[in-house]
């Protein structure tokens, strides 16, 4: 990175631990596009409403501005109560404009697929979690946290989803999963 890293916190005080695992995340990026001029973290921690308001669930927002030669990319996460989950998506968000714009300037196109589709097939909803069966016969875990706009707790056997697929801990997992609707059976 030609500019040093900027971290802009409102309303919190970073950890030192997760000012690195912010710059570890940054440094990163630039396996994906080597030429970046520089790149700027901006948090902003939800300001706790008074007692006894009917306010939803605070969320934390999450911008990363990156610049890099001909273009600047932008990226805004407002999707999580954890600050941790919100810096994953949007630093993988980055990632992903980033390899697509390296990919532009290299002439390649890429063919834009819809995500992939699945249908709910198991919801231990106490837990956190489920489980989403492929159409070609796979069955991947998901996280609460991996469901966009807080959509877990309207999720149903049989709920029809788009998703991502990344490599887990113990395997492919779904992340970045969005509601499509119930399943016709």
């Known amino acids: 990175m030609q500019t040093p890293l900027q971290i802009t916190a409102h309303n919190i005080v970073l950890s ?12 990163k990026l630039e396996r994906y596009h080597e030429k970046i001029i520089s790149c700027h973290v901006i948090i902003d921690a ?21 610049t890099v030669p001909g273009t600047e990319l932008a990226v805004t996460r407002k999707e ?3 600050l941790q989950l919100t810096i994953r998506d949007a630093f993988n968000a980055a ?26 097939s198991k919801l231990i ?7 989403l069966a492929t159409p070609d016969g796979r069955e991947l875990y998901f996280h609460r946290h991996s469901v ?10 049989g709920t029809e989803v788009r998703f991502a697929e990344e490599l887990g801990e113990k395997g492919p997992q779904a992340s970045t999963v969005a509601v499509v609707g119930k399943s016709q059976k």
């Open 95 to 120: 990632r992903r404009q980033l390899q697509d714009y390296a990919r532009r300037q290299r002439g390649e196109v890429k063919i834009s697929e819809a995500p992939p589709h699945a249908v709910v």
């Open 125 to 131: 909803a106490k837990e956190g979690y489920g489980f």
């Open 80 to 82: 999580n109560e954890n």
């Open 16 to 27: 030192d631990a997760l000012e690195t695992e912010i710059r570890e995340k940054a440094v």
């Open 46 to 66: 939800p300001v706790r409403a008074a007692h006894g308001s009917n306010s939803q669930a605070a969320q934390y927002h999450v911008s990363i501005d990156l």
């Open 148 to 157: 966009l706009a807080s959509g877990f707790d309207h999720l149903e056997i």
